[in-house]
């Protein structure tokens, strides 16, 4: 199966999901987001990838309110961050002993040392990092990272974040339909 067809296989049913579900579209971007951006859940389940399908299906059927559902987007993310970050502030001590971060001992080590470097944009870059994006928020409370600033930097850098998702699976639909416009594919 070429990229195309899977891009079709996985398109398909969302954009059909999507358009007979119009009043869920936003609750569901923002519980995949929440979920892509919560410490744990991340580790184990690709939501982003979800996410940009979804773009290209809200892309594709130009009945979406796109302010909307990227705001979803961004909720979700910045919600996510929150909670892991409460997590490492009142859980500090035991983090490291929970699943998965036993099984991947490496990781609070490795997103402690990128939070030291960077500071607030440690939210910021960590975001865009998938390992990082489950371990930065939750080092960040642990670290007692003011959570003014925090949430500046979490706030901020989710709706960055879900307009690079939305905008990216919708130039994919766009390419696509170029492609097969072109090529007859």
Same mark, same amino acid.
């Given at each position: 199966?070429?990229?195309?067809?899977?891009?079709?296989?996985?398109?398909?049913?969302? &954009?059909?999901?999507?358009?007979?579900?119009?009043?869920?579209?936003?609750?569901?971007?923002?519980?995949?987001?929440?979920?892509?951006?919560? /410490?744990?859940?991340?580790? $184990?389940?690709?939501?982003?990838?979800?996410?940009?399908?979804?773009?290209?299906?809200f892309g594709s059927?130009?009945?979406?309110?796109?302010w909307l559902i990227? !705001? !979803?987007? @961004?909720?979700?993310?910045?919600?996510?961050?929150?909670?892991?970050?409460?997590?490492?502030?009142?859980?500090?001590?035991?983090?490291?002993? #929970?699943w998965p971060l036993?099984?991947?001992?490496?990781?609070?080590?490795?997103?402690? @040392?990128?939070?030291?470097?960077?500071?607030?944009?440690?939210?910021?870059?960590?975001?865009? !990092?998938?390992? #990082?994006? /489950?371990?930065?928020?939750?080092?960040?409370?642990?670290?007692?990272?003011?959570?003014? $600033?925090?949430?500046? /930097?979490?706030?901020? !850098?989710?709706?960055?974040? @879900?307009?690079?998702? #939305? $905008?990216?699976?919708?130039?994919?639909?766009?390419?696509?339909?170029?492609? &097969?416009?072109?090529?007859?594919?």
């Amino acid at each position: 199966m070429g990229i195309e067809q899977y891009f079709e296989h996985l398109f398909e049913p969302i &954009k059909a999901f999507a358009l007979a579900n119009k009043s869920w579209a936003p609750l569901i971007v923002m519980l995949l987001a929440f979920g892509e951006s919560l /410490a744990f859940v991340s580790l $184990v389940l690709p939501f982003w990838g979800i996410l940009v399908v979804i773009g290209a299906a809200f892309g594709s059927v130009g009945s979406f309110d796109f302010w909307l559902i990227l !705001s !979803s987007a @961004a909720i979700g993310a910045a919600l996510g961050d929150w909670l892991s970050y409460w997590l490492g502030l009142h859980y500090h001590a035991q983090i490291a002993q #929970m699943w998965p971060l036993k099984n991947y001992p490496e990781l609070l080590p490795k997103g402690e @040392a990128f939070f030291k470097k960077w500071g607030a944009w440690a939210i910021v870059f960590g975001r865009f !990092s998938g390992p #990082m994006r /489950a371990s930065v928020p939750i080092v960040a409370g642990a670290l007692r990272m003011p959570t003014g $600033v925090f949430q500046i /930097a979490n706030w901020s !850098s989710a709706f960055v974040w @879900a307009f690079a998702l #939305m $905008v990216l699976g919708d130039s994919m639909f766009k390419v696509f339909t170029l492609i &097969k416009a072109k090529f007859g594919v």
